[in-house]
């Protein structure tokens, strides 16, 4: 991993002014309550797709990216056919869109299974491909109109692990830390103080990449058990963010300012000597022998070396994942305790009341949210066959 200095420029030169100890001037610390209050999940299923027939247009072979427009319909990106899958608020395809192949509208398979997609209100669709390094704008009615590409240095490749559209522009946010792939295998540079939350302006003829809000860097950059840097897009056009090891939700207005943190006293549990040998053993497992490929066996050769040298966090973060709903309820999945058998989800809103907390194994997080209520979850059965499922929700936890 390297990072991409030539992109974040600016958002240094603003933020080196700042001293730790003035981070918090202005800030205000709002405490939750320590008490869970529970919701009931029973959310009413509007339709269920997925099948098993080969023959059919909703056999998902993978399905990554999904989300909705203004009207309801649902945006599927199936990685595996390399395909956009449009449906109405009935469960009808609506039509398809994109393919695999090298011309324009067209994806890679190389580069498939890391494309995301996010879809405008409008029902235009920008789809971020990391193979060009730049975003494919498509019209409302699925017609490629053109690519946005990325500014900066062409060695190094951005990993977006989400995107998130602002409100009523053509700007999109990156929900989780960006990383980046170098083409030189240059990673000797210095990690800047700060993990930027990044946000893609499309309306250009370049990618027009703005520091949106600075979080906390990690000491040493450890690999395992690392607070996540994950953010969520609000209807005003300021962000929530996460960036450490505690229960702490931070609201970032425009311009990059923190004014509020939200907290609840969850504590992070300490990483033990046997946790972390365990985490070592569980990475090592996932990398396969390579399939008697030299290449590929060369290439977990020298991952497995980096993962029994790789630095570790000293506890365990509370705070799993974090979502925001079209009228701008956080979604926070926190570590349930030992034993609670999974991980509760508590509900904020954008004003910063808690509205209370599915209990664990009750709900998972939705992949998507819609209007209306409408939020989307990709489950899978016990041959791995995914599915997806839309459901709406009640009024009172929208």
Known sequence: MTVHRTLLVASVLVFAAWRSDELVVGQEVIPLPAEDRYLDASFEEVYRLGSVDGDSWDTFGGVGSVGFDGSGNLYIFDYRAVRIHVVDLQGNLVRQFIGEGEGP????????????????????????????????????????????????????????????????????????????????????????????????????DQVEIDSVAAGWRPPGDPEAFRPLLMAGVLPNGSVVFTDSSSYALKFAVPGGRVTRILTRPFQPRPVTDRMKAAEIERQLE????????????????????????????????????????WEGTIWVRRRGEEGAGGNPIDLITADGRYLGTFAPSTTG??????????????????????????????????
Do not use: C, W
């Open 105 to 204: 509208g067209e994806f890679g398979t190389n580069y498939a299974s890391v494309v995301e997609i996010a879809v405008m209100r409008d029902g235009r669709v920008t789809v971020y491909d990391m193979g060009r390094m730049g975003f494919a704008l498509f019209d409302a009615n699925g017609e490629f109109e053109r690519t946005v590409p990325l500014g900066g240095p062409q060695t190094h490749f951005p990993m977006i692990g989400g995107l998130q559209v602002f409100p009523d522009t053509d700007r999109v946010l990156a929900t989780s830390e960006v990383g980046y792939l170098s083409r030189t295998g240059d990673d000797s540079e210095t990690p800047l103080p700060f993990r930027f939350v990044l946000s893609y302006g499309l309306s250009g």
């Open 286 to 325: 996932r990398l396969g022998d390579g399939g008697g490929d030299p290449m590929q066996q060369a290439m977990i050769e020298f991952r497995r070396g980096q993962i029994e040298a790789m630095e570790v966090f000293h506890e365990i973060p509370v705070i799993l994942s974090l979502k925001t709903s």
């Open 365 to 398: 997080l939705p992949r998507a949210f819609g209007p209306d209520g409408l939020i989307a979850f990709v489950e899978t059965d016990d041959l791995d066959v995914p599915y997806v499922v839309v459901k709406r929700l009640p009024a009172g936890v929208r």
